[in-house]
């Protein structure tokens, strides 16, 4: 009898078991379908418009004819910019909050406050950026101006993702370079920071991956200029502004398509380059500490 009940109930394990396997292969299948699906229609609809024309001329009465070169610039840089910004300090900080600060209140409360500009939407970025940078420090609609707004928006990730990066290398690696007589920057810099920085790297590309596809806080602050920039102070049109435009006018439905395939494929292109970078580093690691 008893194990006639011990059976049953490996077996209801076991069902229950495959059940949850089910369901999680299930969710994992759903959205990856997902995005391939949403991936693959924009590419079916924009890659056939990407031609040399297309990405090297600029746009045309209003971009309905002509390319979208000067957004494709105004993209890099303006992202460049962002990140230049926002990952020193976000590394920085990350390096104080792990390493250096004790654990209390101020911690907890500088925690709790970068965890809640995570979650601010961007318009209020947006509103911010136009209300201090182009109007009260006279930044005007710049490049300049959407850098540093857009640098306070992925900060909170940057500094989250380094310090949780930092603090999953193992104590013992710390306490070995102190017992060799390494000081706590030689540590920092030489044992903790090179075995965070694919962490570190991964935080800084969903900041690239924000900045890239951001469109309410850039209108506010980098404005939507057309023509190539020729400093940081002058205005520049994104390629998610410049998609965001066509698509909400109706000025041209190929060309906006045609703008967020060039977009995707340049999303993944540098996920792929980082993630490639990424592993290199990792075997290298391995391969010196064999």
């Excluded at 008893?2 to 396997?21: A, C, E, P």
């Excluded at 105004?74 to 104080?96: K, R, S």
């Excluded at 306490?175 to 540590?187: A, I, M, N």
């Excluded at 020729?230 to 205005?235: E, K, M, Q, T």
Aim: hydrophobic share 50%.
């Amino acid at each position: 009898m008893k194990g006639t009940w011990r059976r049953d109930v490996i077996l209801l394990s076991r069902r229950r078991d495959r059940i949850m396997v089910g369901v999680l292969t299930g969710s994992a299948v759903l959205a990856v379908g997902v995005l391939v699906i949403i991936v693959g229609y924009v590419l079916w609809q924009g890659l056939p418009v990407l031609t040399p024309t297309f990405l090297l001329e600029a746009p045309e009465k209003m971009g309905r004819a002509g390319g979208i070169f000067p957004t494709i610039v105004g993209t890099v840089v303006l992202t460049a910019g962002a990140v230049l910004v926002a990952a020193p300090l976000g590394v920085a900080t990350a390096i104080y909050l792990a390493e250096y600060a004790h654990q209390g209140r101020t911690v907890a409360l500088i925690r709790f406050g970068t965890e809640s500009l995570a979650g601010i939407p961007s318009i209020i970025f947006g509103v911010f950026g136009f209300l201090f940078f182009v109007i009260y420090l006279d930044m005007g609609w710049s490049i300049l101006s959407g850098a540093l707004t857009l640098a306070g928006m992925i900060l909170p990730t940057i500094i989250r993702t380094a310090e949780e990066a930092m603090l999953a290398v193992p104590r013992e690696y710390r306490e070995v370079s102190y017992s060799l007589g390494g000081s706590r920057w030689q540590t920092i810099t030489r044992v903790v920071l090179p075995n965070a920085l694919p962490g570190i790297l991964t935080g800084i590309m969903l900041g690239v991956g924000r900045s890239v596809g951001e469109t309410a806080a850039v209108i506010f602050t980098a404005g939507a200029s057309l023509r190539v920039p020729h400093s940081l102070f002058d205005p520049v049109r994104t390629m998610s502004v410049h998609f965001y435009l066509l698509a909400r006018e109706g000025i041209s439905m190929r060309n906006a398509y045609g703008t967020a395939a060039v977009l995707v494929l340049s999303v993944l292109a540098v996920n792929f380059v980082a993630y490639y970078l990424m592993h290199r580093h990792l075997a290298r690691l391995r391969g010196a500490g064999r």
